[in-house]
């Protein structure tokens, strides 16, 4: 990702929000703190992979660091794909793609939760080697239904 790819970048997470099932945000945040998270992560070396079709950010997997220097090995994972072009093979390769620059970066522990009934997003991160670590009960409450959180890790050193 570069800032070039901000607008659409922005576009897409909100559009994946406001389906009110799969993220924690319902709605992304304006245009100018967007900008402002996604300067800072390319700053500070964070992953960032947008999945691109005839110019335009239709995905994007962006992993950050952990905030605390006794945890800088560690960084927290997303992820998302406009509708149309989920279940064909998108969501894989831009994981490998964000996992590998990950590893070039130093992480040791990605990690990430997901609605447990997210069925495809944890087959897809359990392919990629990520590990059940637990479950959160009640980790959100969306439109009055309660929803649990798987919480998974790849751990690599
Ligand atoms: C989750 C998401 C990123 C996956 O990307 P995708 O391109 O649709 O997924 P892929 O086509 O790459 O499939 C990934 C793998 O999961 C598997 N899979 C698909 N549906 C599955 C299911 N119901 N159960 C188990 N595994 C499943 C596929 O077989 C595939 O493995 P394969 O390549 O060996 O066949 C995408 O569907 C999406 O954006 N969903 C909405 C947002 C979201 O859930 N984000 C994650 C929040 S934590």
Redesign the pocket.
Known sequence: MTLDHVEGYRRALDV?AR?RK??TMLEALPEPDTRRFVERSLENGNPMMVALAGGEVV?WCDIRRDFFPSRAHRGTL????LPE??????????LEATLAKARCAGFKRIE????AD???????YE?AGFVREGIVRDASLIDGVFRDAVLMAIVER
Do not use: S
Request: net charge positive; aromatic share 6%.
């Open positions: 994946v389906e799969y993220l995905g997303g992820l998302g794909l072009w989920r279940g064909h093979g998108v969501g894989r390769r831009l990430l939760d997901v609605h997210n069925p495809r997003a944890i087959g897809l392919k």
